[in-house]
């Protein structure tokens, strides 16, 4: 079992600039995948970036070149920089760890940090 807990979450003007933190019971190098999600009023749930154990990174094509995931080495935390926010950004942004298994993978997601981008 992973818990996991988002937190940074909040309002922000158009242009501006948030960072959100997820922290893992588990050290994530015991995580084949980490990655954030985020979800809109109406709309399904899509991957923002992800993480690999190895370190290799993907975004989705909206936040690329504004936003950065990023990883604690020592700790079990997982970071999403956001940079130049807009509007259509507004969202609930949830956490995901998947872990791999002979049988399979199990996909842990965290309770989702509102993040609201207005003016």
């Known amino acids: 079992q992973v818990q996991l807990v988002e937190s940074g979450g909040g309002l922000v003007q158009p242009g501006g600039s948030l960072r959100l933190s997820c922290a893992a019971s588990i050290s994530i190098f015991s995580i084949s995948n980490m990655g954030w999600y985020r979800q809109a009023p109406g709309k399904q749930r899509e991957l923002v970036a992800g993480i690999s154990r190895g370190g290799s990174t993907n975004y989705a094509d909206s936040v690329k070149g504004r936003f950065t995931i990023s990883r604690d080495n020592a700790g079990n935390t997982v970071y999403l920089q956001m940079n130049s926010l807009k509007p259509e950004d507004t969202a609930v942004y949830y956490c995901?760890?998947?872990?791999?298994?002979?049988?399979?993978?199990?996909?842990?997601w965290g309770q989702g940090t509102q993040v609201t981008v207005s003016s």
């Open positions: 995901n760890a998947r872990k791999s298994f002979v049988a399979g993978t199990i996909d842990y």
